[in-house]
């Protein structure tokens, strides 16, 4: 997947470019539910910067409920520019900070279409950070199992 690292300008909306952003951005939300299903939020290191994300995050979106994120309030003129430079401040210290990263919506359900939404990295990471900080993924444990590779295919 080396034609991901290319720069965009490169590319005149590849339908195949965008099909292999399709499945990265699948893949890595696949990954990561197994995961909060398997162990304790609390436990997982999703950066080397976990803390400094989160410090910020909270410092700059204190009152963010990060429980259920509602799309066309987290998308709004108003917030795209505060969320803007909060990004932009990880550009150098968070290895695809902008790549696009599927965030559940609802955080107490799994990633399903009407509980997805598309957001930069670094967005994702503050949101996934505070949840597990802040218990907010613990009940997935005990209402989802990890699924095996068997399944995934279904």
Request: net charge negative; aromatic share 12%.
């Amino acid at each position: 997947m080396d034609i991901l690292n290319r720069p965009a300008e490169e590319f005149d909306n590849d339908q195949s470019v965008e099909t292999m952003w399709a499945i990265k951005a699948f893949e890595h939300a696949e990954v990561y539910f197994n995961i909060l299903c398997s162990v304790d939020p609390k436990l997982l290191k999703l950066t080397p910067v976990d803390d400094i994300i989160y410090r910020i995050f909270r410092e700059e979106f204190p009152k963010l409920d990060v429980e259920v994120i509602k799309e066309d309030e987290l998308k709004s003129t108003k917030e795209k520019a505060k969320w803007r430079p909060f990004c932009e401040r990880f550009k150098t210290l968070v290895e695809d900070y902008s790549f696009g990263t599927l965030l559940r919506s609802d955080a107490k359900d799994d990633y399903k279409e009407d509980n997805t939404m598309l957001v930069t990295r670094i967005q994702f990471y503050a949101i996934e950070l505070a949840r597990n900080k802040e218990g907010v993924n613990d009940i997935l444990r005990k209402k989802f199992k990890p699924k095996s590779d068997s399944e995934k295919d279904d």
